[in-house]
């Protein structure tokens, strides 16, 4: 401030340095004429209408006389003038260069008139009012060096702040990312910013003056618009998202906010619209909703919404005193199908699967992929256990038929599926679902392609399963397996033939374990490779025996399982076991199920070419059960084929299995096949299988399965005449 005044007195010294006079003589009064009262009576109305100061500045002794109205007079009769002497206020240091320059200009003859606005301490207490000041030189000497200096100021600090207001603002307006607009009372647009053009596409020439209803879109009932006005008037406010329609006609969704403000002059009203537009966040939003509720794979709930339909689920039966079930689908072998066919194929079948599974259920009840092959459904209002068994049922059934899975690919999968239900067996989702899992199990254990219920005796089997499977991981080293042989009769030359090899575990700990308990244990911990091999291995050494024994035209047929199958090298195997035992290869025959080779029928029957190739022979088993097309039976290199003993136990008194098993005989000849019967317990079904032109038969009127020793006996005893004598 003293800064200020220092370089004021500085100007003033430049504009009078070279003509520095004395101090003037100063008049004496002369008495007031009337002319001069009316002129001062006309100043001090000018000063008190216009709000202006005059000021009068002495250059050559720097002293400052400033006057003005009292603004406190209401009526022009109360107008008193208030002047002060001294020095010149403060001037704003920041504001200071301009002043001086503006001075200079003037005091140097180069403006006609000092015209400046700048910041003044006028009261000199600190306070910084804003100034418009206007003067001019009024006195100079006789060489015309300025003497005198005087004009008006005036308080512009109102004015100045709301400008400031006002540019900030609009300068606020104009940076914003949100679209802006104003509207007038009548909801007219009045002004926009930058990024409401870039919002909707309109620039400002096309929207001004024009409704707002030109962004509405038919998506929203009128009645929204008007709800929306009603409450702008009623709260001055209004937020929302709304969809809107941009000049291109795409359609987007915005976060609204509209504030009613006063206009200038407080009596009208203007709208202040706020515009954002969330249509990608709002997309990204439901994405990631989705990702997080459901399966990309399958487009099912996944295990948190299926969790979180399942609690709601119950919460519900509770209260109406319902019953939920929860069915817990796994497919079978879908392990080897994915392994053979490849993931993508894997994917296009379990597509394939959960839409059947949500087709056979409907819409009403929930279908969810926890993982891999694992779907879970749940059902509501279910009036009792048969009513979840029926579905569960209707599930298998619906799996009868091949699921297709483009370009006339079709594949036979079977689901195994475990039902728990609330409240009978758990209270809680958790429970209920781990429950299912173990039925599901179960349904395996019991041979797959089944349902099981649960019951609190299943967990003791699912126990005793793992314990199971942990003892058989040794039990090949403690030499607790062994072959025994079936013989297979043939029936037109009337003799033994040969026999197959099936697998007994005598555990020290369990006991006897049936093949249909262990051999599956085997196959899901890869076990079976080795065990595998193993019997092929045995049953070989075994026949060799018997043909040094001189029955040098007896086979021995051995079981082989899908992954051996799947593996790829199942013929260098068998090659390198044909070699250690010398066994020739045309006295060997594979046995493999349906469903095994099905799963995948152009790799399989590549590796079954390299078997045939070696010489030995090729067997369907428990054929009829898998739903294999004759097509696909035709390109396999097969020797033989094993009806199911399904049917054949039902012979004689099922016509509808009697008619299967004899179309099976004619249709395994017309391609070429050996056909042979499995399970036979009965005279009369052996007959009806000679009648009908079946070529061997093995069951149990024949002979059980045998150890080796035995079976040899078996087969030497087993005379001519006592086959003819058994046919008869
Ligand atoms: P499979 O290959 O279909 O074997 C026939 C099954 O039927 C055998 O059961 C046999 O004992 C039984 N059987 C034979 N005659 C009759 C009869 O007249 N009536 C009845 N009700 N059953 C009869 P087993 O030995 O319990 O074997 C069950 C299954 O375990 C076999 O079915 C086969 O799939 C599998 N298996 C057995 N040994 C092996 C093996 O070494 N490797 C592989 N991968 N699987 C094997
Ligand atoms: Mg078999
Ligand atoms: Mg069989």
Redesign the pocket.
């Known amino acids: 401030m003293l800064v200020a005044l220092g370089l004021l007195a500085a100007v003033a010294a430049i504009a009078t340095r070279r003509y520095w006079r004395p101090q003037p003589r100063v008049a004496p009064e002369a008495p007031r004429t009337e002319s001069q009262r009316e002129r001062d009576e006309h100043l001090k109305l000018a000063l008190w209408a216009s709000g202006e100061h005059f000021w009068d500045y002495d250059l050559v002794h720097r002293r400052m006389h400033r006057m003005r109205a009292d603004e406190n007079a209401t009526h022009s009769a109360q107008i008193t003038l208030l002047t002060r002497q001294g020095d010149v206020p403060a001037i704003h240091e920041q504001d200071m260069p301009l002043v001086m320059q503006r001075l200079r200009s003037h005091l140097q003859g180069d403006t006609p008139l000092f015209m400046s606005e700048h910041r003044m301490d006028l009261a000199g207490t600190g306070h910084w009012t804003w100034v418009r000041a206007r003067g001019r030189v009024v006195e100079r000497d006789a060489d015309g060096r300025p003497l005198r200096i005087a004009g008006t100021a005036r308080d512009i600090t109102a004015s100045r702040n709301a400008e400031y207001e006002h540019r900030i603002a609009s300068e606020v307006m104009r940076s914003m990312s949100e679209a802006v607009a104003v509207l007038d009372w009548d909801y007219n647009f009045v002004a926009i910013n930058q990024a409401f053009t870039r919002i909707t596409g309109y620039a400002d020439v096309e929207v001004i003056g024009r409704q707002v209803t030109l962004l509405d879109s038919d998506q929203h009932e009128k009645s929204l618009f008007e709800h929306m006005r009603a409450q702008l008037d009623r709260d001055s406010r209004w937020s929302g998202e709304v969809w809107k329609v941009r000049k291109d006609g795409e359609e987007i969704l915005c976060k609204i906010e509209t504030n009613v403000v006063p206009d200038a002059s407080g009596q009208r009203r203007l709208y202040v619209m706020v515009l954002n537009d969330i249509t990608e966040q709002k997309r990204a939003e439901q994405e990631l909703r989705y990702l997080a509720n459901y399966d990309t794979l399958t487009s099912l709930p996944n295990r948190s919404l299926l969790s979180e339909r399942l609690s709601r689920a119950i919460v519900r039966a509770r209260r109406e005193n319902g019953r939920v079930a929860v069915l817990f689908i796994d497919l079978d072998r879908f392990k080897d199908i994915n392994d053979s066919l490849g993931h993508a194929t894997g994917d296009r079948i379990l597509r394939a699967a959960a839409a059947r599974v949500q087709q056979t259920v409907g819409a009403q009840h929930t279908v969810a992929r926890l993982s891999g092959d694992e779907f879970t459904v749940v059902l509501e209002d279910i009036a009792s256990f048969e009513e979840a068994e029926d579905i569960a049922e209707q599930i298998i059934n619906a799996f009868r038929l091949p699921l297709s899975f483009g370009d006339r690919l079709e594949l036979a999968v079977s689901p195994s599926i475990g039902i728990s239900l609330y409240p009978d067996h758990a209270q809680v989702p958790t429970d209920l679902l781990k429950h299912a899992d173990t039925a599901m199990y179960q349904a395996k254990a019991a041979g797959r392609h089944t349902y099981q219920v649960y019951s609190e005796a299943m967990d003791e089997k699912t126990r005793h399963r793992a314990i199971l499977a942990s003892a058989l991981r040794r039990a090949l080293e403690n030499n607790e397996l062994s072959l025994v042989f ?1 013989p297979r009769l043939s029936l037109t030359r009337q003799r033994i033939t040969g026999a ?4 007994r575990w005598r555990s020290k700990e369990f006991g006897d374990v ?3 308990q262990f ?1 599956p244990l085997a196959e899901e911990s890869g076990q ?1 490779l080795e065990i ?1 091999a193993w ?1 092929l291995r045995e049953a070989c050494l075994t026949l060799r025996g018997w043909h040094e024994q001189g029955l040098t035209d007896l086979t021995v047929a ?4 899908a992954l051996q199958l799947q593996r790829g090298d199942l013929s260098d195997v068998v090659a390198q076991v044909l070699g250690e035992t010398g066994l020739p290869a045309h006295c060997l025959e594979l ?1 493999l199920t349906e469903s095994v080779i099905m799963a995948n029928p152009e790799k399989n029957a590549d590796t079954l070419r390299a078997c045939r190739a070696l010489g030995v022979s090729i067997a369907i ?2 054929f009829g059960t898998g739903y294999s097309s004759l097509a696909y039976l035709k390109r396999l290199p097969l020797t033989t084929l094993k009806i199911d ?1 399904e049917f054949v136990g039902d012979l004689t008194h099922d016509s509808d299995d009697e008619a299967i098993t004899s179309t099976i005989i004619n249709m395994g000849h017309s391609l070429s096949l050996n056909v042979i019967a ?4 009965t005279a009369a079904q052996l007959q009806f299988l000679r009648d009908h032109g079946c070529d061997e038969v ?4 024949i002979s059980h ?1 045998l150890v080796a020793d035995e079976c040899l006996r078996f087969i030497r005893e087993y005379g001519v005449d006592h086959a003819i004598k058994v046919a008869s």
């Open positions: 079936q197959e090899a099936l697998m049936s093949p249909s051999i079976i595998g019997a051995v079981n082989v399982s046995e088993d428990d003993q499995e399970g036979v317990e093995q069951g149990y009127w399965a």
